[in-house]
């Protein structure tokens, strides 16, 4: 639970639960508790309560504080510790997660799929083969802007861990290059805990069309993605992006090439 969502739950307890517990002149009956907490987090945390206390226009609503760290004294309406334990013991179980991570469990082959993605910089409809990548996609967009999304490749393959898997292909032409020159990707999977360790290269080569006086020319240049990143089997990762000239000779500025890798479980009978 970070910070941000723990300020918003413990705000909530504060709007929902002081009323019960009001004296006079409407001001909440404070208790104090002391929590259990990871040594890690013990100042984040105290200056999370501290700023959520401190919402109040007229005065604090409680305090926070750490005699050391693991331990964590609160004072604050009583109403509200039912929220501050239950937060605190989320967190706790979160951060056990963390500090003893379960390894990714494989036992058969995986299969990886990789794909080519251009974010063209204007609106338009993004390409109905890309369904399935959306919600990585969309995060990407966030940091981009207006920007729409065309497949360009997508090529799969199926390996053990440690089997090192060597494809190349031809893809798609352009709408003024008939042909495209060959595609070569080059990845190994490996054990990492709690995720799997992918190693990959990817090389490509995207041909330029450029026009003078009457006569067109086609150029190619060389791009392409050399990564290693941890990946968990079904997560949809982009593991890098690089600016290309528009192969067409369209588009005013260029293109933004993202690659993108799955990895999944391969069943076996």
Request: charged letters at 15%.
């Amino acid at each position: 639970m970070n910070r941000y969502f723990l300020a918003l739950f413990l705000a909530a307890g504060l709007l929902t639960g002081c009323g019960g517990d009001a004296g006079p002149a409407n001001v909440p009956k404070l208790e104090m508790r002391v929590y259990d907490v990871p040594p890690d987090q013990t100042e984040t945390l105290s200056r999370t309560l501290n700023s959520v206390f401190a919402s109040d226009e007229k005065t604090a609503l409680g305090k926070a504080s750490s005699p050391s760290p693991g331990r964590l004294v609160v004072l604050a309406p009583a109403s509200l510790h039912g929220s501050i334990e239950a937060s605190l013991r989320t967190l706790a179980k979160e951060q056990a997660a963390r500090a003893n991570p379960t390894p990714a469990k494989v036992d058969g082959p995986l299969r990886l799929s990789f794909w080519s993605v251009d974010a063209v910089p204007e609106n338009g409809a993004d390409d109905p083969a890309l369904v399935a990548l959306m919600p990585a996609l969309d995060e990407a967009r966030k940091q981009m802007g207006i920007v729409h999304f065309e497949l360009r490749d997508h090529v799969s393959g199926v390996s053990s861990l440690g089997e090192n898997v060597e494809r190349s292909w031809t893809g798609s032409g352009t709408q003024r290059v008939a042909a495209a020159p060959i595609r070569q990707l080059t990845y190994m999977l490996k054990n990492g805990s709690p995720s799997l360790m992918l190693n990959l290269d990817f090389k490509e080569q995207v041909p330029v069309v450029q026009t003078m006086n009457g006569l067109t020319n086609v150029n190619y240049i060389s791009t392409g993605a050399n990564t290693t990143t941890a990946v968990l089997p079904g997560q949809t990762l982009v593991v890098t992006q690089n600016p290309v000239p528009d192969s067409d000779g369209t588009a005013s500025v260029p293109v933004t090439r993202l690659y993108l890798v799955r990895v999944d479980a391969v069943a076996t009978l």
